[in-house]
């Protein structure tokens, strides 16, 4: 369409539902649309709002069609937005409504910003002052304007007080506009005096901020160097060119501590964006972002499709996390599309990380991104002193999954009135139930999983789709009594043993399933970190970038976890996951010690963490992978079939594999069954589609599903473009 044509009497919208392109509307006399435009547009029998879309409307009889009904009063969304939703719909094979969806997530903040009523002083003078009143004459001084509450509230006063003297011509009522959500951020505010090191790292980022193009820095140093110091320097250098920031974070939530060290640094917050925002304020945020009164945004990976007005850098911290994957509907990676975000705007990226992710590394190695190296602790703390524990030769006592190496340091860390925390990516109390009389297994009834007991709620549950149910007194198949035994340990049950070696410690468990959900277990890492608790037995959420002062012993109960499934990153998983936990260690310069129980000592794995040589580690790895053809030096996509039944699932899955069309360059593997077979009553197939780095991946994918068996009854296809999981 074109822009202030008078002519233009039909526009593409773009509207949140899975269709494959915008659909044409009519744009009504008098009505003044252009690309970007959020608009509300008639769909089936709702309304929903779409985004007015590029490209030129098909040749319709314009009578036909259905008019936009409103164009909302909010900043259209720019092109490099648009342009970023259709790559990424191209990108993923997703539809390009499910994209812009995304995107149109806070309903509310189409229409600006309601003004609020307030109060202002005027000339009058109230007929008696009482003690009360003259409180809030004192507070409400200086002329500015009061909300009713908010006055009440500073003063110390109820509100019928204030309202008396509104009645009295004191106050009289004027508009407010609507608050910021957060105050502005001052590059200036707190300034760190950096090391050395960290001042190259920082004038490098700063340097290339200055470019004012698309650039993209991984920044690479072990825990504790001050990454986060200097990445700020990053995000100070962007706000003074008066560009917009976006920090994306792994682990958002539970980021508290990250938010005050921004405040110390820049003397406000950043605004947040997560799933538990409420709705209220995740709409005045996006409101802000987009009419660029917010500045930064510290946020998790959907914060990347907010409407940002002058977005200058985006800095993914903990790069190499998996939490940045998104599997669901929209499968995306958000590192990798941060890049490509940074790329379209044409302003730089940076990505950090003390264990970055191999395709970071090679793409850093290949010099299509920059590096900046920080390869010791701040403040000379030193990284811990690692060591593996061979757990055959210490075994645990009967029963037990704690090596007497193990305890006996717990037992020194407790001495010295210094935190110790056991790792195990376990939740629950164990990970399997079994009959000890029939051998009868409690499995999931819809899914091909065990179901794991969690003790303190007193119920097995399903990981995969949330089915609980109580634990029974008795076998269900042969009926015995109180012979139902905990196979495995999760960290409610290493929790039990560390109770019964050390019954005077204070001891604490934290894990995604605690009671009181987000809110509590943020207090519980301030308490950790604050020194209340003695023993921290955690799982994953414990391993990121948390700051425990007081913590110089990490244990890692069962190192090898992550080693045994067949997916091709788990040693780079298993050596980033176990870095970033012995990581918690020593942060503040004490001597500190991580120890990982494992039954193969001699496994690259351990042998790169407990050497320190992470350096040997990434050359290995990288090697392999390139000898594989895997990423980043091939490419790789999953496809996943589902059906109700088993039959439906594998013959669909089939059809499309003999729809392959044939290619040098890319070949289809499977299908097979998915290792999880069954997942919430569907049951599941895989293929595998490998090639070379080139290769048009998505082509021919798109030939196979168009040749392939039409999706019939209860047949889903989901594809994952670089998938990380194999699952
Ligand atoms: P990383 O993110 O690399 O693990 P952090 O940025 O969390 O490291 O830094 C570790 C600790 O050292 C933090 O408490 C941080 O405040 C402190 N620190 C790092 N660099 C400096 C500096 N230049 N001045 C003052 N404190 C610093
Ligand atoms: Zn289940």
Redesign the pocket.
């Known amino acids: 369409m074109i822009e202030d044509s008078p002519f233009v009497t039909a526009a593409p919208v773009l509207v949140p539902m899975p269709a494959e392109r915008p659909y044409t509307y009519a744009v009504p006399p008098g009505m003044r649309v252009v690309p970007g435009s959020i608009v509300r547009v008639p769909l089936g029998p709702r309304q929903v709002a779409g985004i007015v879309w590029d490209g030129a409307v098909e040749a319709v009889d314009a009578k036909k069609l259905r008019p936009i009904e409103e164009v909302f009063d909010c900043p259209p969304i720019d092109r490099a937005m648009r342009r970023f939703v259709d790559w990424i719909a191209h990108y993923t094979l997703s539809a390009p409504g499910m994209v812009a969806r995304m995107l149109l997530r806070a309903p509310e903040a189409f229409d600006p910003e309601p003004w609020i009523e307030g109060l202002q002083r005027t000339l009058a003078e109230p007929d008696r002052l009482t003690d009360a009143r003259r409180r809030v004459l004192e507070t409400a001084e200086g002329g500015l304007a009061w909300t009713r509450s908010g006055l009440a509230h500073a003063a110390g006063v109820s509100s019928t007080v204030i309202d008396g003297l509104r009645a009295q011509g004191v106050f009289e009522t004027v508009m407010i506009p609507p608050r910021p959500v957060v105050a502005a951020p001052d590059p200036g505010h707190g300034e ?4 050395p090191d ?1 001042r190259v790292a920082a004038d490098k980022l700063r340097a290339a901020i200055a470019t004012d193009t698309f650039n993209v820095t991984l920044l690479d ?10 990445y700020f320097e990053a995000v100070a250098a962007a706000l003074d060119k008066g560009r917009q920031v976006l920090i994306l974070l792994p682990e958002i939530a539970l980021t508290h501590a990250f938010l005050e ?1 921004f405040q110390d640094r820049f003397g406000a917050k950043p605004a947040e964006w997560h799933s538990d925002l409420p709705p209220r304020m995740r709409e005045r945020v996006w409101r802000q972002v987009a009419e660029g009164g917010v500045r930064v945004v510290a946020g998790a990976r959907s914060a990347l499709f907010l409407p940002f007005k002058q977005l200058g850098l985006i800095v993914v911290d903990e790069e190499h996390d998996p939490a940045y994957k998104q599997e669901d509907r929209v499968f995306y990676n958000a590192r990798d599309m941060a890049v490509v975000r940074g790329h379209i705007g044409g302003f730089p990226v940076v990505l ?1 990380s ?1 264990t970055p992710s191999v395709e970071s590394r090679v793409n850093a190695s290949q010099g299509r991104y920059d590096r900046a190296v ?1 390869s010791s ?3 000379e ?1 030193a990284l811990p002193d690692l060591k593996s524990i061979d757990m055959r030769r210490s075994p645990p006592a009967r029963g037990g999954f704690l090596s007497p190496v193990l305890l006996e340091q717990m037992q020194r860390t407790l001495e010295r009135k210094e935190q110790s925390l056991l790792f195990l990516n376990r939740r629950g109390y164990a990970p399997l139930t079994l009959c000890r009389v029939c051998g009868h297994r409690f499995g999931c009834p819809v899914c091909s999983a065990w179901l794991v007991e969690h003790r303190f709620r007193g119920q097995l549950v399903c990981h995969h789709c949330g089915h609980n149910e109580r634990r029974p007194e008795a076998c269900p198949e042969c009926g015995t009594l109180d012979h139902l035994v905990a196979c495995g340990p999760g960290v409610e049950r290493i929790a039990e043993e560390v109770v019964a070696h050390f019954p005077d410690a204070r001891t604490i468990v934290l894990s995604s399933d605690l009671l009181g959900g987000v809110r509590r277990l943020r207090l519980e890492l301030e308490a950790v970190a604050n020194g209340e608790a003695d023993i921290v037995i955690g799982t994953q959420l414990v391993a990121k ?1 948390h ?1 425990f002062p007081g913590m110089t012993l990490v244990g890692v109960v069962d190192a090898d976890l992550g080693l045994a499934n067949g997916d091709p990153r788990a040693a780079e998983r298993t050596f980033q996951l176990l870095s970033q936990v012995t ?1 918690r260690a020593g ?1 503040t310069g004490k001597k500190s010690l991580g120890l990982l129980q494992t039954y193969q000592p001699d496994h690259p794995v351990m042998r790169a963490i407990v050497s320190g040589d992470s350096e040997a580690f990434y050359e290995r790895e990288i090697a392999e992978r390139e000898r594989a053809g895997l990423p980043p030096f091939g490419r790789l996509a999953g496809i996943i079939v589902s059906a109700a039944t088993r039959g439906e699932a594998e013959s669909h899955a089939r059809g499309l594999r003999r729809a392959a069309p044939t290619a040098s360059d890319l070949f289809v593997l499977g299908p097979a069954e998915a290792p999880l077979s069954l997942i919430g009553g569907r049951h599941r197939f895989r293929l595998l589609v490998q090639g070379e780095r080139r290769a048009d991946m998505q082509g021919f994918i798109r030939a196979m599903l168009a040749e392939g068996p039409k999706l019939r009854g209860s047949v889903r296809v989901q594809v994952d473009i670089d998938p990380q999981s194999f699952l």
């Open positions: 760190p005096e950096l090391m960290q140093g072990v825990t504790g160097s001050g990454k986060t110091e200097v060290r950090a003390a920080l602790r701040f403040a703390a970038g700051n990581g942060r």
